[in-house]
């Protein structure tokens, strides 16, 4: 028999859909470290124009730390487009976080073409997803099984969510290769938004998790950082838009809104959300998505389905408000690591890349901005945050409306800020 010519074409059609399918579609079963490699490399070959792949090291046993970057031209510089992140995995026998960034991933890169309001996030944001910080505790670890904490830690047996220098405390344990990577990359990105992910409750937590003497009493208390208006609003943001973390009634715990401090929870020391906030200017919460740590595969498409818009609003907060722009000099070049804090809420440290950009994420209102330089001196500016939108404020040193010295409150912030630079040298 002779094949007419449309019959061929039709063949052609089903296996190129076919071969596309089998390069990127996951399924709903939990992925061992090869399994996710092979997913993450193909998506990376396959769409090279909004993806970027990367290791920012490798586990104690060897196995990559990968990161999918996603976004427009992923591997050049946009001058202001901001970075944001989700790391999941980091207890390895919690791995929804790390199944369900996957889903993510395979959903931000399928339907970048055809969706819209996707494209038009991801051509003004870099995505970067590590969907596992701890792929030797995952190995170690067995689905079905709801609590314990076997494969909670990396292979040398230590917690990665305790391994971070902390605020409060010394912390005195060994910092992991895991942990160091993670500090590592945090310096080669200016992120300003970012969650990590986990399972045994169903809750938003934010800063801070910590107080100076908890170690000792481990009494549970209402620890707010200067943010915590900005906190409690980018966690409801997801909570709201989670099917029903919101109500706040889950796994024998209740929690308004679905939210909670840190510290009023639990207190603990060298929490990674602390850290970024504190030492990285990134806003971190740590979200917990599962009453079952390791739940069976079976349960994936539904944790997938109720977290699916939530993780997508809250990224998508970075480019509805707060403040970014430019610090440059009267001739109009830029200036690279100038100190910058916000009046009040001076806990959070951030400078400005080597394009002279910063970013911070505000709720609307009215606020006052403070500019260090080594050689340049100080300045101060007042400005106001639009709804809606990033408010654009550039600065431009030597053309100073307000001098520093103009008031105490100012000079206080500074102060804190020299404080935090010291503490930062130590580490
Ligand atoms: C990509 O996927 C194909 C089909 O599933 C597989 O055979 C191949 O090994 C993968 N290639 C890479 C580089 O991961
Ligand atoms: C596009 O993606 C957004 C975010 O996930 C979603 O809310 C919306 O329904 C999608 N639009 C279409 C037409 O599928
Ligand atoms: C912010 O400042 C503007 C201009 O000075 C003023 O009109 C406005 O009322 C202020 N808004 C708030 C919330 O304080
Ligand atoms: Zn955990």
């Not at 026998?93 to 996030?121: K, Q």
């Not at 990033?390 to 307000?402: A, N």
Request: hydrophobic share 40%; charged share 15%.
């Amino acid at each position: 028999m002779q094949w007419s010519a449309p019959l061929g074409w039709v063949i052609m059609v089903a296996m190129t859909m076919v071969s596309l399918s089998m390069v990127t579609s996951l399924d709903f079963t939990y992925h061992r470290h090869p399994a996710m490699s092979v997913f993450l490399q193909n998506l990376s070959v396959n769409y090279p124009e909004i993806t970027h792949l990367y290791s920012i090291g490798q586990s104690i046993e060897g196995r990559d730390l990968w990161v999918l970057a996603i976004g427009k031209s992923p591997k050049s510089h946009v001058t202001l487009r901001p970075h944001v992140k989700y790391v999941g995995n980091m207890h390895g026998n919690e791995p929804v976080g790390r199944e369900v960034l996957l889903h993510l991933i395979e959903e931000f890169v399928l339907n970048y073409a055809t969706n819209s309001t996707l494209r038009t996030f991801l051509d003004n944001t870099l995505v970067h997803i590590l969907p596992t910080m701890n792929p030797d505790g995952f190995e170690a670890s067995f689905e079905g099984s709801c609590a314990g904490n076997v494969g909670r830690a990396n292979s040398n047996m230590f917690d990665l969510n305790r391994n971070f220098p902390d605020k409060f405390e010394f912390n005195d344990l060994e910092q992991q290769p895991e942990t160091k990577a993670v500090i590592s990359w945090l310096s080669q990105y200016q992120f300003i938004l970012s969650a990590n992910l986990h399972g045994g409750a169903l809750v938003v937590n934010y800063p801070y998790d910590n107080y100076a003497g908890a170690s000792l009493s481990l009494a549970t208390k209402l620890v707010p950082s200067p943010d915590d208006d900005i906190f409690q609003h980018i966690s409801k943001v997801f909570s709201y838009s989670h099917h029903r973390m919101y109500q706040g009634g889950f796994c024998g715990e209740t929690f308004t809104d679905g939210i909670t401090n840190g510290a009023m929870w639990y207190p603990m020391r060298g929490g990674m959300q602390d850290y970024n906030y504190v030492h990285a200017g990134c806003l971190e919460v740590t979200i917990e998505q599962s009453c079952c740590k390791y739940p069976q595969h079976t349960e994936l498409p539904s944790f997938w389905t109720e977290n699916k818009d939530a993780m997508i609003n809250y990224l998508m907060i970075v480019n509805t408000m707060g403040v970014r722009g430019l610090v440059k000099k009267a001739d109009g070049t830029p200036v690279k690591g100038a100190q910058l804090c916000i009046m009040g809420r001076e806990d959070i440290k951030f400078t400005t890349t080597a394009q002279g950009e910063y970013w911070r994420i505000l709720l609307p209102g009215n606020y006052t901005i403070m500019v260090k330089t080594t050689d340049l001196g100080e300045t101060n500016q007042i400005f106001t945050v639009q709804p809606n939108i990033p408010t654009r404020l550039d600065i431009v040193l030597g053309d100073i409306s307000e001098p520093f010295n103009s008031g105490h409150v100012i000079q206080s912030c500074l102060l804190l800020l020299s404080s935090a630079l010291v503490t930062i040298a130590m580490l």
